[in-house]
């Protein structure tokens, strides 16, 4: 027989099949060993057949075959054949989507553990009192710890009593476990008549993608939990998808709660043997749910019913490394080989996703109320030049500080959140809340320290620094926010007896650092938790009824096209952590442009007339999804040679313009915002596509563009244009 392999190298000029002998009865999706290039080298079986292209004697036979069952499925395969063609990647590069990175370098092996159990009673002589010690011992345990037993009663009498066949070793595979101190905690809930409608609507739609539009706390976790459940019970499988790691301890302890040992976590935050051994769970069907982040879209699960993707909205679900997946996409071509069920939840969807769902491309479920009619906390609107005009210059308005006061007063729990997104590098008064903005584009211009300017990240024009504002001359000039260690220090300072946590990246470290900070906040070991983007999301502590969002400003004016959008659904999120039982919750939303459209739509809690309005501006100035924004990037140690690499793609990409004008919207070639990322420097080609006509040729363009010390590489709607 013969196997076609692609080899385990992510290079283009490998990225074909080879052909090996190979022993009969080889399974397609083995992971093997192969000859190459006088190495041996890791390779994939992707197809077996009795006949060669070659001579058979030109053939070399396969060194080694690893793993029973094969590590890959057919439909990996087949989606890595997609991926591939789809990013402009070599297959290789696809198919280690799908497995852990441990599993290819075979740096980690199944962990086993010896066992000694006792075979028969055997005649010992009288001064071997600790083999009879040993032997007694056993004989009543029935079995134990091999190093434990050998520990206890010296190894000389242990390997006796082995010889004598009064004990045998047994070697069992245990898995690592991860997370394992996690109780399992679920109260049995009666749904909701909105909640087995959304249900229903799910099960009896014939489309494979369905929305879920919930307000926050409308009980989409319990949805998705019964969706889960059904299909476990028809003999399938699902995938649950959450945007943050520190999410999954969160559904883990109701997923193990419902489905037990079913459920097996996907994420890199797991150590190796962990990630290695809840793989191999899932791959060998004793675990029938992976839940993770992004990466567990690629789970080795077979017969999937149900995918669920909550917070779809998340930048994290697209890929910032090669291939740059949309992890949704991936999810619609899963859903449909397996023809299972796409649930997209969100209580702030992406426009993008809305569109199609209010087109009726999509299933929409709106959910407008929150489990038992609780009322969506209020959001009061504190504006914040009044306050610096009235020479408060802490980050807390009055109101936050009142509202502080009496959330801890009645001992419940308060979140502030900061926003880390374009932090220090959005220029604003704050005198009058003006924002120094783009003639050309309407976006937010960036401060560029090194050459002490203003940039526009979308034309490239570039402006002179300001000292004083255009508007109203006032000289509060800021380009930065305030950091979460001066909001402690704060705190400390006013309210010297509330228990303080932090969360940010500087605070939290190792693969349980947040876990360890939100279990200590949901044990009401602290009153206030501060935190930046890590704290917006998902989490539920019914203690919590005051959210304070000390500079809602700084993600209005991101400069990126949708910073309305990200700034609406951060609102509605953080704001989502307050009131979700018992008392209802406040927010204090602090601003310095108390006005702007968005913050009032945010305020109301109206999606609707958030999405009609957004989606009005995008149709009128052709943004996504109007179009496509495409950026083409050429990094290189050597400036000469990403110069000259930047104009062979724009001179390829100018020739396509030439022939399909109507496809480009924009087109130019410039240095990137941020010219030089660890000595490398970086320039780009940036372009507003019409439509996805061309994207596979500008792929191709970059593929042929790019060589080992040059990099060229392409990203649609990327989520971050510095
Ligand atoms: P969402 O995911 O929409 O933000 P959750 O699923 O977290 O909302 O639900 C919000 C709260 O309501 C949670 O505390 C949850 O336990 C509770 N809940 C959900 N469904 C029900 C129900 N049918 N009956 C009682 N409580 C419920
Ligand atoms: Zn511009």
Redesign the pocket.
Known sequence: MFAKVIVDIAHSQVDKVFEYSCPDGLAVGSRVKVPFGGRKIDGFVIDVSPLSSYPADKVKSIAEVFDEPPALLPECLALTEKISRRYRVPKAASLRLFMPSEMRLGKVRVSVRRFAKFKSEVPLSASAKKQAQALEFIKNEGEADFAKFAGKFGRGAVDALKEKGAIEVEERKVARSPFSDIAPTY?K????KA?TDAIESIEKSDKTVNLIH??????????YLSVIARQIERGKTAIFLVPEISLTPQMLSQLRARFGGAAAIMHSGLSAGERFDEWWRLRSGEAKIAIGARSAIFAPLENIGAIII?EEHDTSYSSESAPRYSTVDVAKLRAQYNGAKLIL?S?TPSVETYVKAKSGQYNLIT?KD???GKPLPEILIADMTKEVRRGNNTPFSAALREELDRTLKCGKQAILFLNRRGYSRTVMCRDCGYVAKCEHCDVTLTYHSEENCLKCHYCGARYRMISACPDCGGTHVLYGGIGTQKVVAELNRLFPSARVLRMDNDTVSGKDGQYKILKQFSQKDADILVGTQMIAK?H?F?AVTLVGILDADMSLYFSDSRSGERTFQLITQVS?RSG??GETGKVVLQTCSPDNYILRYAVGYDYNGFFENEIALRKATLFPPYSLICRVMVTCGNNDKALQTLKEVYFAIDKLRESRPEEFLFLNKMHSPVKRIQGKHRYQVLMRLASKALIEEIYGIAVQATSADCPVYVEENPANLS
């Open positions: 109260e809930k009666v749904l909701t909640q919930g307000v926050t706390g409308s009980g989409k976790t319990e949805i909550d939840g209580a959910l929150r489990i038992n998902g539920d019914p989502g979700r039982a």
